[in-house]
């Protein structure tokens, strides 16, 4: 039984922590939580052995656990130290919540030190094990639609309707130097923004070439944004690919939700049809109820398609994305988004946001 360690219980615990339940080939030995009552909390809610024993240190709890594998639940600014720190310890699996770090020179160290001890380093992206998401990729990947040519990846943040998350536990994102990003800060494009740029690559199988984003600033965060994207071709296409995503506001919109008041919804272009996908964190869930939005919709020689047997909750996502890390431990699968692959993600993110500070294309090839 492989023994796990859970650093950060805050809200975003309640999701990461499903995989685990139930499962025989783990048990949650450990907690770290700066606020011991917190983790305790946790202990309760998900009904966790009444011997998993806590720490408001992470390094206390890497020094004296035997651990196999960990999962990083902290502010971003924190993911290079926590990662390093455990890879010395010799941790053979280290989970690590998105962005991966805050610059290329973290990500490199990260990678480094797990290589010296052979810890195997996944970067965790649920919206990858998305059950209509991962079908998605599937029918593209059998050319259902022929040679993808354009994507379009479209945010929504509401006001209100999700998760009550504590003004406190929110606190840290409003330092440029703990969210990262910007000189002010990025809030959106570096935090939820991770899963389109993370998305953008992977379902087209392309690595990006250049990027060119536009943000705006509203109550401190880096929205409005608008990001244009040319992929680099390896292989002939059809069509040059090209890509957009869209960070909207609805200040005065109620999302109902479960968890954030956010929604995703993704367009693709191809060669022989278009792929319309509806279902994403809370307000496409009640979309797709309904007989006009289907979580999947494709239009292909004359006809419009639907697919809708698909588990609507997104702790799905996180569900299959921590079963999925758990094999990988085991020996069984490669992470699907590995510290490498991660790498290219924060490179294409923080040329977007290079591209909005400087008002101008930015290449890939020439970021650091």
Known sequence: MLKVGIIGTGVIFDLNVLGYLNNEDVEITSLSNRTIDKAKAKINKFKLHKDTRIYSDYKEMLDKEELDLIEILLPHHLHADATIYAAKK??????????????????????????????????????????????AKELLDEDYIGDPSSIRIKT????????????????????PKMVGGAETGSPVLLDNGWHAFALAPWIFGEEIEKVFAWTGNYKGLDAPAYVMFKYKQNREHIVPQYGHMEFSLMPEMRLPSKYYSTDEFIEIIASRGIMKINQG???????????????????????????SDFENDWKYSFINATKYFIEVVKGNKKPILSGEQARNVLKFNLAAVKSSELGKEVSLKEFH
């Open 90 to 135: 010799g941790i053979k699996a280290i989970s690590v919540q998105k962005p991966m770090a805050l610059n290329l020179e973290q990500v490199d160290e990260m990678i480094e030190e797990c290589k010296k001890s052979q810890s195997i380093l996944s970067i965790y992206e649920n919206f990858m094990f998305a059950p209509h998401i991962l079908k």
């Open 281 to 307: 964190t809370s307000l496409g869930n009640q979309m797709s109820k309904s007989n006009i939005f289907a979580p999947i919709v494709i239009v292909r020689d004359g006809k419009v398609e639907t697919y």
């Open 156 to 175: 929504a943040m509401g006001a209100t309707g999700g998760w009550k998350v504590p003004e406190s536990a929110n606190k840290w994102r409003e330092d």
